[in-house]
């Protein structure tokens, strides 16, 4: 890293300036390279991205349920504003109710009616009940 500063130092452009100016140009060198090198030298691999996007889900579960009771954060310290933003993921939609039509509907009426009553409906309409 010093051979490196002092070839940028030893520019013309760098040359002349203040000796502020050339300590800057300096942890500037030094900030651009950490923040080039960093992706290489923190690399993750693929068992690693997999742990975190599972606590990041599981985190993201617990956001979604944590409210301050649970904290025992007592009612008169909550401030609404501030808790309204903490990021909360979308539910899942819920399953569209199931509507019967005509015939289940009067199929399920007959289940629903005691016993004696669907023999009695049974023979009426003139169906064997004997079995």
Do not use: N
């Not at 975190?52 to 617990?62: G, N, V």
């Not at 401030?79 to 005509?102: I, K, L, S, T």
């Not at 023979?123 to 009940?129: L, M, P």
């Amino acid at each position: 890293m010093g051979r490196l500063e002092d070839a940028l130092l030893a520019h013309p452009l760098y040359a002349q300036a203040e000796a502020r100016a050339r300590a800057g140009a300096g942890e500037a060198l030094e900030r651009y390279l950490v923040k080039r090198l960093r992706a290489v030298l923190a690399a993750r691999d693929a068992a690693q991205g997999a742990r975190d996007a599972a606590l990041a889900a599981r985190l993201e579960r617990l956001a979604a349920f944590l409210e301050p009771r649970h904290l025992d954060i007592a009612p008169s310290r909550v401030h609404p504003d501030a808790w309204a933003q903490v990021p909360r993921p979308a539910r899942p939609a819920r399953r569209p109710v199931h509507r019967p039509g005509p015939l289940a509907a009067a199929v399920t009426e007959r289940v629903r009616l005691p016993p004696q009553r669907r023999v009695r409906l049974v023979q009426k309409e003139g169906r064997d009940v004997s079995s």
